[in-house]
């Protein structure tokens, strides 16, 4: 069996699609240590840097010094804390709807509500670059899926109109592609799905914290809230933790706690993570200052590494995206750039289509001018050398 999965490992080398795990020592919320070598940090998904904000770090050690490390079970067989009742309160407060329902990641929470929510005789519309998994949760659900071409309304709208169903239609997207770094088209999208009676669910793993009035994500950049029916996101991002969660309606909700596969089978998440992600969510609410910081700063690389002649693509986002093309040319820059102090991603195919692999740049409210001084100044000349 080992021969087998070691000729299938030599081939992903082959083809420049080998992937390992590098050790990363945390500093701060925007550096970390290789060996003995302090590196900048710019493809964390931290994207306010309230990782190693004080008031975080003090609420999750409270919460493990008062309730233990762990939770023990479930919540529908060992009972819910009052932590978990109190964050989900203060989400659905935060998106404008009526409840919210805490998953142990964003990925489970996709995979859950999709599979819950669409079966055999409902169909799923769901945009060609979204997460992996929503791709999976389409799939799991058995519902028929229709993909429309990224962000094209004209081929969602000839898809919805071309396609018969006896029950659920779902729109289903990212609100900020976690690629590419680019915001749905969710204004129209919701007038779509008003004409052909579906339903709109929007995954903001990357919005939370990041767009909208004060960060409140994706159906708020656009005013939409009361239009959306479920709203995805992450605690694993901009609110410093981890896990998912989804928002909408009591019903909505009260119907995930009894179909859920991923929520009912999973023992909760530990009370520290909880308490952690609660005092993260009263920092962006307290502090909407950091939601303009992260967005500046955003602004600022992505304008200097496209006035170098770097195409960064359709970005509006703390993603930026530095499209290479090449794989074995992506490999080569991050380890450049890591190597001189600097850690990116370099993003290859399946991750994206063949032909745009990229550097995937995020940026942080906790980044300095200097440290994006430090990091244009390296990317752009370790582009030029590398001839993109």
Same mark, same amino acid.
């Given at each position: 069996?080992?021969?087998i999965?070691?000729?299938?490992l ?5 083809q ?10 945390p500093v701060s ?10 590196c900048?940090m710019l493809?964390?998904?931290n994207?306010l840097?309230?990782?190693h ?5 003090q ?10 490390s762990?939770?023990g ?5 060992t009972g ?10 203060d989400?659905a ?8 329902l ?8 996709n995979?859950g ?6 079966? &055999?005789?409902?169909? *799923? $519309? =769901?945009?060609e #670059?979204?997460h %992996?998994?929503i ?6 659900s ?6 429309y071409?990224?962000s ?5 709208s000839a898809?919805?109109?071309a ?5 659920l239609?779902l729109?289903?997207t ?7 770094g ?8 919701v ?7 579906a339903?709109v ?15 409140h ?5 656009f005013g939409l809230?009361e239009?959306i ?12 933790a ?5 928002a909408g309606?009591?019903v ?7 179909? &859920?596969?991923?929520? *009912? $089978? =999973?023992?909760? #998440?530990a009370? %520290?993570?909880?308490?952690?992600a609660q005092a993260?969510?009263a ?5 909407p200052?950091?939601v ?9 690389l ?10 960064v693509?359709e970005?509006?986002t703390?993603?930026i ?8 040319k ?6 450049t750039?890591r190597?001189?102090g600097l850690?990116?991603s370099a993003?290859?195919?399946?991750t ?10 995020t940026?942080s409210?906790?980044?300095?001018r200097?440290d994006?001084?430090f990091?244009?100044d390296?990317?752009i ?7 993109i």
């Amino acid at each position: 069996m080992d021969n087998i999965f070691a000729a299938r490992l030599e081939e992903l080398d082959r083809q420049g699609l080998y992937r390992s795990l590098t050790t990363y020592t945390p500093v701060s919320a925007t550096h970390v240590r290789l060996g003995d070598m302090e590196c900048l940090m710019l493809a964390s998904s931290n994207y306010l840097g309230l990782t190693h904000h004080p008031s975080v770090r003090q609420a999750a050690a409270d919460a493990a010094q008062l309730y233990g490390s762990g939770s023990g079970g479930s919540r529908l067989t060992t009972g819910t804390h009052p932590l978990y009742s109190s964050l989900e309160r203060d989400l659905a407060s935060f998106k404008g709807t009526e409840a919210a329902l805490v998953f142990n990641t964003g990925y489970m929470a996709n995979v859950g509500v999709l599979n819950a929510l669409a079966g &055999a005789q409902d169909v *799923i $519309f =769901s945009d060609e #670059l979204n997460h %992996a998994s929503i791709i999976d949760g389409c799939r799991l659900s058995l519902a028929r899926v229709i993909v429309y071409r990224h962000s094209d309304m004209a081929d969602l709208s000839a898809k919805l109109a071309a396609t018969p169903c006896q029950g659920l239609r779902l729109i289903v997207t990212d609100g900020v592609f976690s690629m590419d770094g680019d915001i749905a088209l969710l204004d129209r999208i919701v007038v779509l799905a008003e004409e052909h009676n579906a339903l709109v669910m929007v995954d903001d793993a990357h919005a939370t914290g990041v767009i909208g009035n004060g960060g409140h994500g994706t159906a708020a950049y656009f005013g939409l809230a009361e239009r959306i029916h479920v709203q995805m996101g992450t605690l694993s991002k901009a609110l410093a933790a981890e896990g998912g969660y989804i928002a909408g309606s009591q019903v909505l909700i009260d119907y995930l706690i009894n179909k &859920a596969r991923s929520f *009912i $089978f =999973s023992t909760a #998440l530990a009370p %520290a993570t909880i308490a952690a992600a609660q005092a993260a969510l009263a920092l962006i609410v307290a502090q909407p200052v950091l939601v303009r910081t992260v967005q500046e700063n955003a602004r600022y690389l992505r304008g200097i590494l496209a006035d170098a002649g770097l195409n960064v693509g359709e970005s509006e986002t703390p993603i930026i995206p530095v499209l290479v093309g090449n794989t074995e040319k992506a490999t080569t820059l991050a380890t450049t750039l890591r190597r001189n102090g600097l850690i990116v991603s370099a993003i290859r195919p399946p991750t994206v289509p063949p032909g745009t692999s990229r550097l995937r740049i995020t940026v942080s409210a906790a980044h300095s001018r200097e440290d994006l001084v430090f990091a244009v100044d390296r990317i752009i000349s370790a582009a030029k050398a590398a001839g993109i």
